[in-house]
Each structure stands twice: as C-alpha cells, then as structure tokens.
C-alpha cells in the first residue's frame, strides 16, 4: 500500500514561493490502477515524484508497504526505488542505444546471459520482441512508450508510476497503451498510479481515481461514482468540459432550431448515473406509451462495466402519455431534468439546467 500523510512541497522561484503540493493525505491500494487527476499545474507530477521521493516532500509522510521512505538513508532509498518503476510522457530513452541496450540499463551486475534473458523476455512481454536491434528514432511513439515500459519492469517492481505516459500519443496508441497496462497490471499484480489531464485515461484504466486542484486533493473516490456523481465544483467542471451535453447551454442561450418545441413538446435530459441501468429504455418508452422520442444530444459509455453519461430529448405526444414517460424514467434510476415544456397542463415546471454551474453528463 501506498500512504501519504499530511505531504506538502514547495518550490522557491524568483523570491516567490510556489505551494505544488498541499496537504495531501492518500492512499492507494495494492494491485489497483489509481488515477490522479487534474488541469495544468494542478500539482500531480510533482505528488507523483514525491511517491518514489524523486521531490522529497517538504512535511509529510510517505510510506510503501509500511516502509517509511522519508527516513531512509540515501542507500537503502536506492534500492527501495527499484521496485518503483516509472514511465514518462517522452519516454526519456537514451538515442544513442538500442532498444535491447534501453531496456538492459538498469541491469547492470547480472551476468551477460542473464540480461539478455530478461530483456528478451520483457521487450516480448510489452510485444515489442522484433525490435531489440533498433534505435529510438527508428520506432513510432507507441512503441517507444512499450520500450520505456520494458525497462521500467527490468528490476521487477511492484509500483509502476505513469507520469502522463500516453499524452504524446494519438487516441489510437493510447488505447493499445493503457490496454498494455491493464494486462500487466493482472499479469504481474502491479499497483499502477496514473498522473493524467485526460479523463478518457481515467475511464478507461482506473478503478479509483483522485481530483487535484491547486496542490489539493479535492475528492476521491470510485471512477463510477466521480463521472456519476461529482461532489466537487472542480471536479464537476472537469466532467462537464469532457461532454458533448455542455453543448446544450450554447443551444439554449442561441435559441438554436434544434432545441425549439411545438406544441405538446418537451425537452428533457436523462443522465444515467446507476449501476444497473442496462436496459434499453428509450426504446421502452417509445413503445410502451406511444410517444416519439427525438434525440438532440447524446453523450453514453461504459465505465466501470457500467452505463453512464446522458441523452437530452424532445418528447412529442399525449400529454398524459409523457408525463407516464417521464416516471418510467425516473423508476428506472434516470435522473430527468425538465429543460422546456409547451404542454399545456404541465405537471413538471422547466428547470433551467442549462445555467446552473452544476451540470453532470
């Protein structure tokens, strides 16, 4: 386990100081994939490094397994690194060695046999085995960051440490990289910690994940829950500015024809926020109360095994028959939000969503 207590750094630049770090207190937990995230400058490489203690914390604990890193003596803190590993956003190969030489660096002291090995093992644990004789500049970027990956595995650790690892890569390479690392994080039982600004990387990877915000960390919790259900204004913002359902203020605010209504019409969001929402309920509607639905907006996907996201419709018919649709919604664990209403004997009054400063998907 990973546990930070109460950490804090600070930097000194031109008479000014800078906090980057603040009283962080966390934990992580062995084998899982943790996320932190968070805007530019919100603190997250400098917490990272202050995990393998590559920043010493200015106050603070800092303890892996038990282990009090922040009072070993500068030997035994050497070789409690080596079973940190840690990956960069560019690579940090050396351009003069071949990948076979990359990865055997931090070998050194085992025998010729041995290194070659293990290198060969690990360059085809990360499916890279037919490039041990190239250099950096003859690989594309994924597949430099699988090299970087061999040899941060070259001394077996059990925490890889991912510093905005898949940043310089496209959506494409990102995906086989974060796949990569699921597997090993289940083939060698590693505890990996993401440090990304990319909240698809969360989603993707995490199973629990922490908001940084000006050196703090601002909530933490299950992926799920934070894209669900962001308690933060940090946090909900970060969610809001990954959704395609933002756009719906700009169309309320322009009066844009698309989120016009006649009359009898309603305009309403679903955000689906439950773990067990899996069934096909506009559909269901549709045909259970014979009323038309209009998608407008959609923004679904899967995260955490689970539905999450939302969808802004117009809903068109008997005034009796919406209203009936509009709690089937809601019995099924779909928050509805009224944005616009044109029936007549409304039940529901509009909520002017689209202005508020909360907004989830």
Request: proline content about 4%; some cysteine.
């Given at each position: 386990m990973i546990e930070l207590e109460h950490v804090s750094k600070r930097f000194t630049l031109d008479d000014k100081t800078v906090t980057a770090v603040d009283d962080v207190s966390l934990k992580i937990f062995d084998g899982e994939i943790f996320g932190i995230i968070g805007f530019s400058g919100a603190g997250k490489s400098t917490l990272v490094r202050c995990i393998n203690l590559l920043e010493r914390p200015d106050?603070?604990?800092?303890?892996?397994?038990?282990?009090?890193?922040?009072?070993?003596?500068?030997?035994?803190?050497?070789?409690?690194r080596k079973k940190i590993g840690m990956i960069f956003q560019q690579f940090n190969l050396m351009p003069s060695?071949?990948?076979?030489?990359?990865?055997?660096?931090?070998?050194?002291?085992?025998?010729?046999?041995?290194?070659?090995?293990?290198?060969?093992?690990?360059?085809?644990?990360?499916?890279i085995g037919d490039k041990e004789n190239a250099y950096p500049s003859e690989l594309s970027g994924g597949?430099?960051?699988?090299?970087?990956?061999?040899?941060?595995?070259?001394?077996?650790?059990?925490?890889?440490?991912?510093?905005?690892?898949t940043s310089a890569l496209d959506p494409q390479t990102t995906y086989s990289i974060l796949k990569l690392l699921k597997e090993l994080n289940k083939k060698l039982s590693l505890t990996i910690v993401v440090i990304t600004h990319e909240m698809e990387v969360v989603k993707t990877i995490c199973t629990r994940a922490a908001v940084m915000d000006a050196g703090r960390i601002v909530e933490t919790g299950d992926v799920f829950n934070i894209f669900s259900r962001p308690q933060h204004q940090m946090t909900k913002n970060f969610v809001r500015s990954t959704s395609h359902l933002s756009k719906?203020?700009?169309?309320?605010?322009?009066?844009?024809?698309?989120?016009?209504?006649?009359?009898g019409e309603m305009l309403v969001k679903l955000t689906y926020g439950q773990l067990d929402v899996s069934e096909p309920l506009i559909s269901i509607a549709?045909?259970?109360?014979?009323?038309?639905?209009?998608?407008?907006?959609?923004?679904?996907?899967?995260?955490?095994?689970?539905?999450?996201?939302?969808?802004?419709?117009?809903?068109?018919?008997?005034?009796?028959?919406?209203?009936?649709?509009?709690?089937y919604f809601k019995s099924k664990g779909v928050r509805v939000d009224v944005i616009k209403s044109e029936i007549e004997d409304a039940i529901y009054k509009e909520e002017e969503v689209y202005a508020e400063t909360e907004v989830r998907l």
């Open positions: 106050v603070g604990n800092v303890k892996i397994n038990n282990i009090e890193f922040t009072s070993l003596k500068p030997k035994d803190l050497y070789n409690a060695r071949t990948v076979f030489q990359n990865v055997a660096y931090p070998l050194k002291g085992m025998s010729k046999d041995a290194i070659s090995k293990k290198v060969r093992e690990l360059l085809n644990l990360v499916e597949q430099k960051q699988r090299v970087a990956i061999a040899r941060a595995l070259a001394n077996e650790p059990d925490i890889l440490l991912c510093d905005e690892a719906l203020d700009d169309l309320m605010r322009e009066n844009s024809p698309m989120v016009e209504l006649k009359p549709a045909r259970q109360f014979n009323i038309d639905l209009n998608i407008v907006l959609a923004d679904v996907e899967i995260v955490a095994g689970a539905l999450i996201g939302g969808t802004v419709l117009i809903l068109s018919g008997e005034a009796a028959k919406i209203h009936e649709a509009v709690n």
